[in-house]
């Protein structure tokens, strides 16, 4: 069996990693510390000015944050088969549970078990 590599879709490393269903980008680890910095400073809750919960008629968010929270949200939204490197996909791996998952104790139900489709 030849190395099939491809190229990861985030970081353009070459991989032999099967295609996933993954975001057009990772998760951002700066722009999420944004978030976490606006919402500490501005003393907003995160979870209303970010996520599946989030609603903006209780915040009053500056125009070029708001534009860059749709733009970041489209992109970790739209979700494709593409190739992802083992190492990106466990980056965004740590970072989903450090942003989105701060009380999950352990990751092991969130480790990536990616079958070898070749
Ligand atoms: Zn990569």
């Given at each position: 069996?030849g190395r099939?590599?491809?190229?990861?879709?985030?970081?353009y490393k070459?991989?032999?990693?099967?295609?996933?269903?993954?975001?057009?980008?990772?998760?951002?680890?700066?722009?999420?510390?944004?978030?976490?910095?606006?919402?500490?400073?501005?003393?907003?809750?995160?979870?209303?000015?970010?996520?599946?919960?989030?609603?903006?008629?209780?915040?009053?968010?500056?125009?070029?944050?708001?534009?860059?929270?749709?733009?970041?949200?489209?992109?970790?939204?739209?979700?494709?088969?593409?190739?992802?490197?083992?190492?990106?996909?466990?980056?965004?791996?740590?970072?989903?549970?450090?942003?989105?998952?701060?009380?999950?104790?352990?990751?092991?139900?969130?480790?990536?078990?990616?079958?070898?489709?070749?």
């Open positions: 069996m099939n590599l491809r190229t990861c879709a985030w970081c070459p991989t032999s990693m099967p295609e996933v269903f993954a975001a057009d980008t990772p998760l951002l680890e700066w722009f999420e510390d944004r978030i976490d910095t606006y919402c500490k400073t501005n003393n907003i809750d995160r979870k209303i000015l970010w996520g599946a919960e989030s609603d903006w008629n209780k915040v009053d968010i500056p125009e070029d944050l708001e534009a860059e929270l749709l733009t970041y949200d489209e992109l970790v939204s739209s979700v494709s088969r593409k190739v992802i490197c083992s190492p990106c996909l466990k980056q965004d791996n740590k970072l989903w549970i450090k942003y989105y998952n701060k009380d999950f104790d352990s990751d092991d139900d969130l480790e990536i078990k990616i079958e070898d489709l070749s």
